[in-house]
């Protein structure tokens, strides 16, 4: 069965650090991966997506995602976190089935 | 363009009661996903439905359904409410079902507490 695990439950930053959020899922084949983020009070929204090609992508607001295949993995990257990225971050995976499948989240607290 | 929306936003339901809840997609969304996150833990699965066909089930009891109309909105319909089915629901609207390059958009979610 798919699944998708983020190793990293709790971050706390201070503002200007860099940023690593680790995310792992386990299917051999094809897959589609996202970061997703959820503001406080905020919808689930999408930070960035891959698909195809280029294994770096990049998303919204400075932030980058990696995929190595040989290694199951898509772990997030900032260079430099603001305190307006304090949130809750979802890694996801889609196996070009109907669903996707979450991580448990990561919730990054940044402080001022 | 409006994004998904849900409604109620928030919801309070004693033990073996039921609940609907509604979705609309982005316009042009043939598909709506419905998922259901306790606190703590990422989005589950529960349901898709694609062109008012149900594409797949996640591991859910008989007590979930869910349908989808004509104009492509979507109902999540829960029976039986228990304790553990306290969570926020949420509706993902997308253009297809499975094709490589298909994304899912998040609505707001409905806040259900169940007493």
């Known amino acids: 069965a798919q699944s998708v695990s983020q190793h990293n439950h709790h971050v706390i930053l201070s503002e200007a650090a860099s940023l690593e959020l680790g995310c792992n899922y386990s299917?051999?084949?094809?897959?589609?991966l996202f970061w997703y983020v959820q503001y406080p009070g905020q919808h689930l929204q999408l930070l960035l997506k891959?698909?195809?090609?280029?294994?770096l992508v990049k998303g919204i607001k400075g932030f980058e995602a990696e995929f190595i295949k040989s290694k199951f993995s898509f772990n997030l990257r900032k260079p430099s976190v603001q305190w307006s990225d304090t949130a809750e971050y979802f890694c996801?995976?889609?196996?070009?089935?109907?669903?996707?499948?979450f991580g448990t989240g990561t919730r990054l607290k940044v402080l001022a | 363009d409006a994004g998904v929306t849900q409604s109620p936003t928030h919801l309070i339901k004693t033990r073996g009661q039921h609940v609907t809840l509604r979705c609309s997609p982005i316009?042009?969304?043939?598909?709506v996903s419905w998922y259901q996150q306790v606190l703590g833990q990422g989005p589950q699965f529960i349901f898709q439905?694609?062109?008012?066909?149900?594409?797949g089930r996640g591991n859910f009891p008989d007590r979930f359904s869910a349908r989808q109309f004509p104009n492509y909105s979507s109902e999540l319909n829960v029976n039986a409410l228990l304790l553990g089915d306290s969570a926020l629901y949420l509706c993902?609207?997308?253009?297809?079902?499975?094709?490589?390059?298909?994304?899912?958009?998040f609505g707001p979610g409905t806040r259900l507490t169940v007493l």
């Open positions: 993902a609207s997308s253009f297809s079902t499975s094709s490589s390059y298909n994304e899912q958009f």
């Open positions: 299917y051999g084949g094809t897959v589609n």
């Open positions: 891959y698909f195809s090609g280029d294994p």
């Open positions: 996801a995976v889609n196996a070009g089935t109907y669903k996707y499948i």
């Open positions: 316009s042009g969304h043939k598909s």
């Open positions: 439905y694609y062109e008012k066909e149900e594409r």
